[in-house]
């Protein structure tokens, strides 16, 4: 399948790369084209990755990653334009961090970047995912012991059977995959980061996820 | 131990049996004393309940829990008053729900109620804990199936110690419960609450938790 990832961070060059290993054509997009981590990812990725701008990679894609950050997403997939995402699944892995106020979100609870990049492409069907956890995890599930949980929220449920099929060739067992609803379903899950932090810190590692215990 | 209980609602009355049925004396505190349910409670949980005003369960109390609404929590504690609360350990175990708009917080992120609380008392020695899951699974950790995890936050190190005691004989292992830092941890815990309802909606039953994989 070819699959546009737009952000060259390393969430971006994560998920590029094991999209590749699983055999599909990845074009990484940033703000402007031959973009100096993109190239390099290219190099390192092989014959079918490629980069361009964000309107490239949409283009590109049947399916769009968003893995930009969160404080510049809607603005990302502004540049990446409206008719190159039309009618596509738009994954979307980013947090609206608060850069300048560690540790919270630029805006949570009544709202959230899932719901906003709804809104802003209504004729683009917007899963958010795999925002709960270290990006090693997203894509290597297996490597913690036993099962946890990923979440999936959107408003279009083809889209999320397209998302659920994904994450399976991830590693994903289906009973690990929690559909939480409608994209609100994204409040809950970009809220997640405050807790995780203070999970995180002590450790000083993300290879942790968190599982729904019955 | 003589423990105060402030709030007459579900989880004020689960709290308080399950003290008693540890060997506690508990008086549960209400805006005015004979509160109907508080009066009930005490008929139904024997000779070692009792029953009063805000005031008088926290002067009772050599712990107290806040089991109160959220919205009110405050308020309820002023009610019960600063010296009566006074160099002691306060659980809090409430969550700011707003009330008017299903699923969200009152405030989150740059604040938690944990923290309005330790700011309003300075004095008395807060304990966030045990507000994110249903009372249900407070106090009887082991009727889900392996480990799961409760999470505390709090600045005095010795009075997260006390609560972990008092965890330990609700069933709670150990290893299960999580020590997130200084009362700013309450945060994380209390922005639970969206992922919370979007799990519990479609099982309609609240005996899940939790649990980090590593």
């Given at each position: 399948?070819?699959?546009?990832?737009?952000?060259?961070?390393?969430?971006?060059?994560?998920?590029?790369?094991?999209?590749?290993?699983?055999?599909?054509e990845?074009?990484?997009?940033?703000?402007s084209?031959?973009?100096?981590?993109?190239?390099?990812?290219?190099?390192?990725?092989?014959?079918?990755?490629?980069?361009?701008?964000?309107a490239?990679?949409?283009k590109?894609?049947?399916l769009?990653?968003?893995?930009?950050?969160?404080?510049k997403?809607?603005?990302?997939?502004?540049?990446?334009?409206?008719?190159?995402l039309?009618?596509?699944?738009?994954?979307?892995?980013?947090?609206?961090l608060?850069?300048?106020?560690?540790?919270?979100?630029?805006?949570c609870?009544?709202?959230?970047?899932?719901?906003?990049?709804q809104?802003?492409?209504?004729?683009?069907k917007?899963?958010?995912?795999l925002?709960?956890?270290?990006?090693?995890?997203?894509?290597?599930?297996?490597?913690?012991?036993?099962?946890h949980?990923?979440?999936?929220?959107?408003?279009?449920?083809?889209?999320?059977?397209?998302?659920?099929?994904?994450?399976?060739?991830?590693?994903?067992?289906?009973?690990?995959?929690?559909?939480?609803?409608?994209?609100?379903?994204a409040?809950?899950?970009?809220?997640?980061?405050?807790?995780?932090l203070?999970?995180y810190?002590?450790?000083?590692?993300?290879?942790?996820?968190?599982?729904?215990?019955?």
């Amino acid at each position: 399948m070819k699959i546009g990832v737009l952000g060259t961070g390393m969430v971006g060059e994560t998920i590029g790369s094991r999209l590749i290993q699983l055999g599909h054509e990845v074009q990484m997009g940033s703000r402007s084209s031959n973009n100096e981590k993109a190239c390099a990812w290219v190099q390192k990725a092989g014959a079918r990755a490629s980069q361009g701008t964000f309107a490239d990679a949409a283009k590109f894609g049947e399916l769009v990653f968003n893995c930009t950050k969160g404080e510049k997403s809607v603005e990302a997939l502004r540049a990446a334009g409206k008719e190159n995402l039309k009618g596509k699944v738009l994954i979307d892995l980013a947090n609206p961090l608060d850069l300048n106020n560690q540790g919270t979100l630029l805006f949570c609870n009544t709202d959230s970047l899932g719901e906003r990049i709804q809104a802003a492409f209504p004729n683009t069907k917007v899963v958010k995912t795999l925002n709960t956890m270290w990006c090693g995890i997203m894509l290597n599930p297996r490597m913690l012991k036993g099962t946890h949980n990923v979440f999936l929220a959107g408003n279009d449920q083809s889209a999320k059977s397209q998302v659920v099929e994904l994450l399976t060739s991830f590693g994903w067992q289906n009973d690990e995959i929690v559909d939480l609803g409608d994209i609100r379903g994204a409040r809950g899950t970009e809220m997640i980061l405050p807790l995780w932090l203070r999970i995180y810190q002590p450790k000083g590692s993300g290879a942790f996820n968190l599982r729904i215990v019955q």
